[in-house]
């Protein structure tokens, strides 16, 4: 995540706030974005803790700026009952896929390690991770939901897209966010707007920072 920063080392999307970019309605709802509170509605609290595990070792976060609320997005989403509108076979739908996937790793963490997911050191967390994205975990916990299925189609889906759904980390790579109503021109390949962010690499730091200063 430091690399990405470092990419746009002085751009900050909220610049944008009152600014041709945004509207009212763009406003409204990174307000609500940004306001979410790191409190579970949908989950209980055990697994709302597993979440906060999971999504640290998925998406690592710099310390050196508050986190994006990972876990609190993808408790907000399924609280709110929004769903992508299609699921891949023999998966549950969101919500209990959830629950069945958080019982499912929790109960490989107690058999293997003898603690819960949450509880374990970082590298036997990453284990188990590693271990469900390739299919390798078979508790009796997962049912008919295969583990690799699970991780790929909803679990790490969800954490990576509700990271990026957070200004914060539109900040890191330069995103100038919805940009309703001035909208997006310049759509190819290593093209952007005037008003974008610009990447600072190859030698040219300065120009990116005066040219990240004046987006609006």
Not at 60 to 67: G, I, M, V, Y
Not at 155 to 166: E, K, L, N, Q
Request: overall charge positive.
């Amino acid at each position: 995540m430091h690399e990405r920063r470092d990419r746009y080392p002085d751009y900050d999307v909220l610049a944008k706030w009152s600014g041709p970019s945004w509207n009212d309605k763009t406003r409204e709802v990174i307000t609500r974005r940004l306001s979410i509170a790191p409190e579970p509605r949908f989950f209980t609290r055990d697994e709302y803790e597993t979440v906060v595990a999971i999504a640290s070792r998925i998406v690592p976060q710099p310390s050196d700026r508050p986190p994006v609320p990972i876990a609190a997005l993808v408790d907000r989403k399924l609280h709110d009952r929004i769903m992508d509108g299609f699921r891949v076979p023999d998966m549950p739908r969101d919500g209990e896929a959830w629950r069945l996937g958080l019982k499912a790793l929790n109960a490989e963490a107690s058999a293997a390690y003898g603690k819960r997911f949450a509880q374990l050191p970082e590298a036997l967390q990453d284990k188990l991770l590693r271990a469900a994205q390739c299919g390798e975990l078979k508790a009796a916990e997962w049912g008919g939901l295969r583990c690799d299925v699970f991780f790929k189609a909803r679990m790490g889906r969800d954490i990576v897209f509700a990271y990026y759904a957070h200004p914060t980390a539109w900040s890191e790579i330069g995103w100038g966010g919805p940009a309703s109503p001035r909208g997006y021109v310049r759509l190819g390949i290593d093209e952007r707007d005037p008003w974008e962010a610009a990447e600072a690499k190859d030698g040219n730091d300065a120009t990116a920072r005066r040219s990240n200063r004046r987006v609006r």
